[in-house]
């Protein structure tokens, strides 16, 4: 993910252009807010750009309009009552205080019991449950790794986890290595296999052209949903910052 690039305005819409050494140009627009990020070949002018954009004014906005529908969450302030994700399932935070090592415990298949000292404020407690959920990845991630490797014929020098504001996984060809989002751990399983599947497939060919739709089709024909499922409210985050 690289944060730099050369930010324009369309007709108001804010604009961030990376220069990358692609062969298409890559219009997408971001939640939360309806960030609009242009992935453009190093060949393409400026203007060309612009006019790209131009374009897909109606499409990006309706984008936009859609994100700001959204029911977002509130931020967290990791107190009893308030509803995390696991898996795709909704549980309650219980705050329980006490003396001994910080840790969280699934109770009930409803409750998040978040055992921590007193003295714990909000950003310790959500350290607490971040590594949970990292914990949980890394239990989640290798047999899906395993699975899908022996099945596309391709293997990843490494995986990891990390949090990533504006992608699900990442896959760098050079190194052969894969990235998993954190957030990931928030969602149905079937869309952390989705990602792990899109990522290796990335192995095989680097680029989101027709060979690469023709694999996912292949092998997970039903990654247009788990895609959708991804992008779907309620946001994961509610503090991704741009
Ligand atoms: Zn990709």
């Not at 140009?25 to 453009?40: S, T």
């Not at 309706?62 to 029911?71: D, G, I």
């Not at 790794?145 to 014929?153: D, E, F, H, P, T």
Request: glycine content about 6%.
């Amino acid at each position: 993910m690289s944060t730099d690039g050369l930010e324009i305005r369309v007709a108001g819409v804010a604009v961030q252009i990376v220069r990358k050494d692609i062969k298409n140009l890559h219009l997408g627009v971001y939640p939360p807010n309806g960030r609009v990020r242009v992935a453009a070949p190093l060949s393409v002018r400026d203007d060309a750009v612009r006019l790209a954009v131009v374009g897909k004014l109606g499409w990006i906005k309706k984008q936009q309009a859609k994100f700001a529908a959204q029911p977002r969450q509130s931020k967290r302030e990791m107190v009893s009552g308030e509803s995390h994700y696991f898996l795709g399932r909704r549980y309650r935070l219980r705050v329980v205080e006490h003396q001994g090592p910080a840790r969280l415990v699934l109770q009930d298949r409803d409750f998040f019991e978040l055992y921590v000292r007193p003295d714990t404020d909000a950003k310790g407690r959500e350290r607490v449950l971040q590594n949970w959920y990292r914990e949980q990845l890394r239990r989640l991630i290798p047999p899906l790794v395993a699975k899908w490797q022996a099945i596309l014929g391709v293997e990843a020098a490494a995986w990891g986890i990390k949090k990533m504001k504006t992608k699900w996984g990442a896959c760098s060809t050079g190194t052969r290595r894969i990235w998993l989002n954190l957030e990931l751990a928030k969602k149905p399983v079937q869309c952390l296999e989705y990602i792990v599947v899109h990522e290796l497939v990335h192995l095989i060919e680097r680029h989101h052209n027709d060979r690469f739709i023709a694999l996912m089709d292949r092998h997970l024909p039903r990654w247009r949903q788990y895609r959708h499922e991804l992008d779907a409210a309620p946001l994961a985050h509610s503090d991704w910052v741009y």
